[in-house]
């Protein structure tokens, strides 16, 4: 039987945030130190967001949407994300990935991560 999609039942903005997140995460994330507070080894820490220009911004080669990013700044998404064990904010230092959120599969990064064609 197949593996249900969107096991977490994330919102589109969910979905959106952790998508960037997973691309922060593989193009600049570092090692999460692993605290004595029963961190799981895995993490990889993203020390800073993007800030869109006008109405986009770039992640590597990839263009992304301002429109799809509001959640990057969204202090509910963030929550939401850390309750279901994706993401460890550890601000204003960074936010960490869990190998959890590493893994999921969001269905969205060729979706609002552009990429040119040449």
């Given at each position: 039987m ?12 969910q979905l ?9 995460a ?9 605290d004595?507070?029963?961190d799981?080894?895995g993490?990889?820490?993203?020390t ?15 263009m992304v ?6 959640g ?9 994300l850390e ?8 601000l204003?230092e960074?936010v960490?990935?869990t ?5 999921y ?8 991560l ?5």
């Amino acid at each position: 039987m197949p593996s249900k999609r969107n096991p977490l039942n994330l919102n589109p903005l969910q979905l959106k945030t952790l998508t960037l997140l997973q691309e922060l995460a593989r193009l600049a994330g570092k090692p999460a130190p692993s605290d004595d507070d029963g961190d799981e080894p895995g993490g990889l820490a993203i020390t800073e967001l993007p800030h869109p220009h006008g109405d986009h911004f770039h992640l590597g080669d990839a263009m992304v949407a301002a429109r799809d990013a509001t959640g990057l700044r969204n202090p509910s998404v963030w929550a939401a994300l850390e309750r279901k064990g994706l993401i460890r904010p550890k601000l204003p230092e960074a936010v960490i990935l869990t190998a959890e959120g590493q893994a999921y599969d969001t269905g969205l990064a060729g979706a609002i991560l552009h990429r040119a064609s040449h």
